[in-house]
């Protein structure tokens, strides 16, 4: 056995803050979709306070660095949907991005990681906790056919100053409770895993993933729990998926549900956490579903078809991006590097 196995050894299940075994009656934990989506401008310090305020176990956001290396809370890579500016994240100083406001009332200004963990350390938020869908550049990944080594080389680089980022912030924010039992950092694609036990070796991992063969491999990675589009997850194959993760003690999450009837159907499952654009509604839901049958619109069905028709697809042209494997090997590899730095 390598001499760093047992690095990894030590995370073989899901962390415990995961569970769904964390609430009162081991139901679905409530995860806060780009905060409380449903009422607030998404990721917003106003719609993660408001997620906080309703309930939410826990906050979803996303990240991406802006140009001088200040990681920042929002969805897309660009500010146009949100903001209603013609730019890129990527392109744009954090001098500029802090005078934004959103499109969406009460027009909210773009928050930095930074703000959000100092706003978690007060008085009596310690159980929050939060994941992080770390965002990669994805107009170059709908478009392999016509990328360059260069470019594919350029998104590398920024993944990993990201990874890098991320990591200063957490170190530069001190915890009322230690980050590690309540971060988890969200992961789609398997080439970056090596990044995740580099720069954050001590932070649990989640693949955030459309396709369930994808997903798979990351179950061979201790202690990687899933996080599944929903309509992916439902039929035989996602029972499947369902069931391999809790033998192998790993926490199963579901997004993006909304719906009444598929927030019945998540918590019939029994996964750990339902990711959802309003905590309040399904919280209310989780009172009150006692296991009734559920009904389903057409329209619902219609689009859980096509849903899994396309992702295929898209699966391809992201693994021809971004790695068809997981290599434990450069897991291990970035779990060593870490180390050699911690010693230095």
Not at 57 to 80: F, M, P, Q, R, Y
Not at 131 to 144: A, E, H, R
């Amino acid at each position: 056995m390598a001499e760093s196995d047992p690095l990894i050894q030590e995370k073989m299940e899901s962390p415990a803050f995961t569970s769904a075994k964390r609430t009162p009656r081991g139901r679905p934990q409530a995860i806060a979709h780009r905060g409380y989506k449903a009422a607030h401008p998404e990721n917003t310090m106003g719609a993660f306070k408001g997620a906080v305020e309703v309930g939410a176990h826990a906050i979803e956001t996303d990240l991406h660095l802006s140009k001088d290396g200040v990681v920042v809370l929002c969805h897309d890579d660009t500010l146009k949907r949100c903001f209603g500016t013609d730019e890129k994240i990527v392109d744009c100083d954090w001098e500029y991005l802090k005078t934004l406001r959103t499109l969406e009332e009460p027009h909210e200004p773009m928050p930095r990681f930074k703000d959000l963990l100092e706003y978690l350390v007060a008085p009596g938020l310690e159980d929050i906790w939060v994941l992080l869908d770390v965002k990669v550049p994805w107009l170059k990944l709908l478009s392999p056919f016509q990328r360059k080594k260069e470019d594919q080389q350029d998104i590398d680089d920024h993944v990993n100053k990201l990874f890098k980022a991320i990591a200063a912030t957490l170190e530069e924010v001190k915890p009322s409770r230690p980050w590690t039992e309540r971060i988890l950092i969200g992961c789609w694609a398997a080439k970056y895993l090596p990044l995740c036990s580099e720069h954050l070796p001590r932070y649990p991992i989640i693949h955030i993933g459309v396709s369930i063969s994808y997903a798979r491999q990351f179950l061979k990675v201790p202690g990687v729990s899933l996080n599944m589009l929903l309509m992916v997850m439902v039929g035989p194959r996602g029972n499947a998926l369902i069931r391999d993760a809790r033998k192998a003690n790993r926490s199963v999450f579901l997004w993006t549900v909304n719906e009444e009837p598929w927030m019945k159907w998540s918590i019939k499952k029994g996964v750990d956490g339902v990711v959802t654009d309003d905590p309040k509604k399904y919280l209310e839901i989780c009172k009150t579903y006692e296991g009734e049958k559920i009904h389903y619109s057409l329209r619902s069905l219609l689009f859980t078809f096509s849903v899994n028709v396309l992702v295929p697809l898209f699966s391809t042209v992201f693994r021809y991006n971004y790695g068809f494997n997981v290599d434990l090997r450069k897991f291990r590899k970035g779990l060593e590097s870490s180390n050699t730095m911690a010693a230095a």
